[in-house]
């Protein structure tokens, strides 16, 4: 039996891919959930990933950046649903390829085909990528980069940065976001977060954040956030909130993930709780 350390707490979860296994860590800890998943995951148009995958397997790439740990399972995905005669070519040629990798979870997602990153960000942002890329900057000349993205963002610094070093550049977008709950149900708990009603709620992604701002707008959205307790569970998504003027109490500091963060949040509420 887990200490009910979140005993008499409402939390709002917007996340969507691991919502049972949040919900879970929060409510064994005595936490009432509020789920409430703002963005959906699904697979980009197979074609321009196929085709992305087959000039991979062919050699086409020196190095390989993974953005995350969900866009490299959804590349391995594409290839069982729709071209699996080409995985032991894909997964060979990735054996091979340097690998750079945006924090653990992509380094995770590796460690499940039995790989391991090359060069791992210090940092998970894409400042951190291009930190731990600088020292070999005089290098990069010549090469060609594949760059997993993070959705259908372009990530402009990080292809622009590659290029200034004079490396060409191969991009690939396997998995899109689209909105989930419906519009009047996410108002609903924007109010109910405004009126008091919750005493916390826990990003896990850049693209929630985006969707509440767009669906009820930034000052909405900041006011009615600045009444309960913020958690984010990375600096990636603590920086977009941060954009909208929003202050993160509570993020893990080392591992980015959803215990990590259900322990941040912890700490964090029994502050608020202390006199």
């Known amino acids: 039996m887990e200490t009910q350390t979140l005993a008499g707490r409402t939390i709002a979860v917007p996340e969507t891919r691991e919502l049972d296994l949040f919900a879970s860590l929060l409510e064994r ?3 009432r959930v509020r789920r409430c998943p703002l963005i959906a995951i699904k697979d980009a148009e197979p074609g321009p990933v196929l085709t992305f995958l087959r000039r991979f397997a062919e050699g086409a790439c020196d190095d390989l950046i993974l953005l995350t740990g969900e866009g490299l399972r959804r590349l391995v995905g594409c290839l069982e649903a729709h ?22 979870k992509p380094a995770r997602a590796l460690r499940e085909l039995g790989l391991m990153p090359d060069i791992a960000a210090e940092v998970p942002t894409t400042a951190g990528v291009i930190a731990a890329l600088e020292p070999l900057a005089f290098s990069l000349e010549g090469r060609s980069f594949g760059v997993q993205l993070y959705g259908q963002e372009p990530n ?3 292809i622009e940065f590659l290029q200034r070093c004079g490396a060409a550049v191969l ?13 009047a149900a996410v108002l609903t708990l924007l109010e109910d977060i405004a009126a008091g009603r919750i005493d916390a709620i826990a990003f896990t992604s850049t693209p929630q954040v985006r969707r509440l701002v767009a669906l009820a707008g930034e ?9 309960t307790t913020v958690a984010a569970v990375g600096p990636v998504v603590a920086q ?9 109490a509570a993020m893990p500091e080392e591992s980015f993930f959803l215990k990590p963060m259900t322990g941040a949040l912890e700490a964090a509420l029994a502050r608020r709780r202390a006199p």
């Not at 991009?171 to 519009?183: I, L, M, R, S």
């Not at 000052?219 to 009444?227: F, H, K, T, Y």
């Open 171 to 183: 991009t690939v977008a396997p998995y899109a976001y689209a909105d989930a709950a419906e519009d």
């Open 29 to 31: 800890r005595g936490a």
């Open 240 to 248: 977009a909130l941060g954009r909208y003027g929003i202050q993160v």
């Open 219 to 227: 000052a909405r959205v900041a006011q009615a956030l600045s009444r």
């Open 156 to 158: 402009r610094p990080l």
């Open 83 to 104: 071209e699996p005669a080409l995985r032991p070519a894909f997964l060979a040629q990735l054996a091979k390829v340097r690998k750079i990798t945006r924090g653990p």
